[in-house]
């Protein structure tokens, strides 16, 4: 079973900066397609934050674009979001997201178990 361990996040003021970090379990990894963070306000729908490729790749939600880095390792096993300039609009329970390929043929969806990011005005 692949696992998803994440650290970071906290409480900030507005204009400040968290960096959020996951580390994928390696035992039973022979592909990483690709590394996401998924946030998830109360009476939210959970929505892509950003999201890296296997060719390095990089998308963003609009709301976060010059504000959030997405970055990995070359095996992106590791994937950190780097979050500048923080917005109260951006508090959430933020969760990384990894589709990983553990045999030919089978790739699943594996998620952190998310961390709180809190932005005060």
């Known amino acids: 079973q692949v696992q998803l361990v994440q650290s970071g996040g906290g409480y900030v003021q507005a204009g400040g900066s968290l960096r959020l970090s996951c580390v994928a379990s390696s035992a039973s990894i022979f592909r990483v397609d690709s590394m996401a963070w998924y946030r998830q306000a109360p009476g939210e729908q959970r929505e892509l934050v950003a999201s890296i490729s296997g060719s390095g790749n990089t998308n963003y939600l609009d709301s976060v674009k010059g504000r959030f880095t997405i970055s990995a390792n070359n095996a992106r096993d590791a994937v950190s979001l780097q979050m500048d300039n923080l917005k109260p609009e951006d508090t959430a329970v933020y969760y990384c997201?990894?589709?990983?390929?553990?045999?030919?043929?089978?790739?699943?969806?594996?998620w952190g178990q998310g961390t709180q990011v809190t932005v005060s005005p």
């Open positions: 997201s990894g589709k990983i390929r553990t045999a030919i043929y089978v790739t699943r969806d594996y």
